[in-house]
């Protein structure tokens, strides 16, 4: 192993500093192959974009979901409970198709040159068509495939709980290689600078040549990895293990760490030298991203398990006690919370001014205030203004839900959160965080890691 934990990492467990809140609102939110259009309830829909921030535009009932959807052209994608993938109008939520034969449950969706690709709970990674819905081709694994794919140069990266990383043709899903880790793999692929950044729950992480798959550095954490995307910021590799850990990008030399009171099961997001997380006990933690030394948190009622966005200055991010909060990236002071009537673990993705967020209720889509769109939303299928995950967003970096990797392009003919080259992943942001940064980290797989695999709630 070419980088080690240190014990002198910066503990802050029992540290936390609530956010102060400001003006406070609880915002009440007012079901194999291609399935019929309007089967999916959908209420609170509105033409109009005049609602304040936190309102509630739509809400569709499509069972629970937990992993960040993937806003692309006129269509959000997300995977629920029901094992389906659902395509949902973007401006009204309702349903344009939905793909089944045992589809998603857990995997964050990206989608890239109308294509969409997923994982399924029972092994299977999944390549479908954006407009219709109908089957491309699809792989089988030996376990579970709770990542998002991280889409990047016509290959698809994969991890599975069979142990392995996996690369797939992404036209045909043919095996280019694939890479055994001594564990499960649960957190989703990072592809910068043809080198894909994978944590295994063997307790490492890898660097792994995109091109073989050969092993360029291994860096042992301090704990099982089953968190979500990691996050890459110039640099510098982010990503949990109980701990929250800062690797060289290059080595795998460890440069600092940082333990909470809960444990972090998402994405970090980098924006602007600032790493947001969200932990297990409720904590919403803002960090230096040069020594890990905190700047604030904020208390939330519950656990959290998803990857924060971060986008023009706030930071969105949902927890269990069924809300989704939005607070300013600076102070961490509560701008407005939703209610959304159900655990709120998806990671949030934001496009054209609209949040997108998973629930046990379905995906529900609210008024952001701004315009600016996440990796996961029509750019990249990742969440929002970050700087690294798989696929970074804008700005540092920021999944993801669905890791950032390479991902569609916006409708602006932006980047998306999934796409992995490093400029694009800075500068899109990612599922929580910046749009690049975010996206890179999130994967959209953070909440799935963070559940136990069998944990079927």
Do not use: C
């Not at 400001?22 to 109009?48: C, E, F, N």
């Not at 800062?246 to 030298?273: H, L, P, Y």
């Amino acid at each position: 192993m070419s980088g080690e934990i240190s014990d002198s990492g910066t503990d802050r467990t029992g540290d936390a500093t609530p956010g102060r809140g400001l003006g406070r609102r609880d915002l009440l939110r007012t079901a194999a192959g291609v399935a019929l259009v309007g089967s999916v309830g959908v209420s609170g829909a509105s033409a109009g974009r005049s609602e304040p921030p936190g309102d509630e535009r739509w809400t569709a009932s499509v069972g629970g979901v937990e992993a960040s959807p993937a806003v692309s052209g006129e269509s959000v994608y997300a995977g629920s409970h029901n094992a389906n993938l659902h395509a949902l109008d973007r401006e009204t939520g309702e349903e344009r198709w939905s793909f089944g034969e045992g589809a998603t449950r857990r995997s964050s969706p990206t989608v890239v040159d109308g294509t969409v690709y997923f994982g399924s709970f029972e092994g299977t990674v999944f390549a479908v068509d954006a407009e219709s819905g109908e089957e491309e081709w699809q792989y089988g694994t030996d376990g579970g495939v709770f990542t998002s794919p991280a889409v990047v140069d016509g290959t698809v990266y994969v991890g599975s709980r069979d142990t392995s990383v996996y690369a797939l043709d992404a036209g045909n899903g043919d095996e280019v290689w694939s890479f055994g880790t001594g564990g499960e793999v649960w957190g989703s692929p990072t592809v910068v600078d043809g080198t894909v950044y994978v944590g295994s729950s063997d307790s490492v992480l890898y660097a792994l040549d995109a091109e073989d798959g050969s092993s360029v550095w291994e860096f042992e954490s301090s704990s099982v990895i089953q968190s979500g995307a990691t996050t890459v910021v110039e640099d510098t590799v982010y990503f949990s293990a109980l701990r929250l850990h800062a690797v060289d990008r290059n080595n795998g030399e460890e440069r600092w760490n940082a333990r909470f009171t809960g444990d972090i099961k998402g994405s970090a997001a980098v924006v602007d030298g600032t790493v947001f997380v969200g932990d297990s006990a409720g904590s919403v933690v803002a960090l230096d991203g040069a020594n890990g030394d905190e700047t604030w948190s904020f208390e939330t009622g519950d656990t959290i398990w998803a990857s924060p966005a971060v986008t023009e200055g706030t930071v969105l991010i949902g927890s269990e006690d069924d809300h989704v909060y939005a607070l300013d990236a600076g102070d961490g002071a509560e701008q407005w919370r939703y209610d959304t009537g159900g655990r709120a673990n998806g990671s949030p993705t934001v496009a054209g001014g609209t949040v997108f967020v998973g629930s046990d209720v379905g995906v529900v889509a609210l008024e952001t205030g701004f315009a600016t769109e996440t990796p996961g939303a029509d750019e990249t299928d990742m969440p929002a203004e970050t700087e690294s995950p798989a696929t970074p967003t804008a700005a540092d970096a920021t999944p993801t839900d669905s890791g950032f990797q390479e991902t569609a392009t916006p409708d602006d003919g932006d980047p998306t959160p999934t796409e992995t080259d490093t400029e694009a992943a800075t500068d899109a942001g990612g599922p929580g965080f910046g749009v690049a940064a975010t996206i890179a980290g999130l994967g959209g797989a953070g909440y799935l890691l963070g559940r136990h695999p069998d944990d079927e709630r």
